[in-house]
């Protein structure tokens, strides 16, 4: 009987010497994941899939920031360029001449003061 246990004792001990060696045969027919050494391990291969996980997921997110951003710098030049028009219409529209000229065409019975303005002066005594 104790050569049978011997056997089986030297048997366990040949799978423990083949466990700590990894081949390239090992992982191409799936035994890779059976070894020891690999599950002593599989707490930090989970971790680096979950930090890889977290890496595509900050990349994409990243990458939808930049696309939103590039939108909103096209919509403030457009912006811009839309108050620059407005502003020079308005400049356009408050000129003198061009006051006088839409009064007219509306009939508002309104006239230009041909006097100059008068400054007033106050005593601050």
Known sequence: MMSKRKGNIEFDQSIDENDRFLSFRDFINGNLLTKKIVLKQIRYFILLVMIAFISIANRNHAEKVVIHLNQLQKDV????????????????????????????????GLQESLEPPNKLFIDER
């Not at 529209?93 to 509306?106: F, H, I, P």
């Open 77 to 108: 030049k457009e912006l811009r360029s839309h108050s620059i028009t407005i502003s020079a219409e308005l400049i356009k529209v408050s000129r003198q001449s061009e006051v006088v000229r839409l009064v007219n065409r509306y009939g508002l």
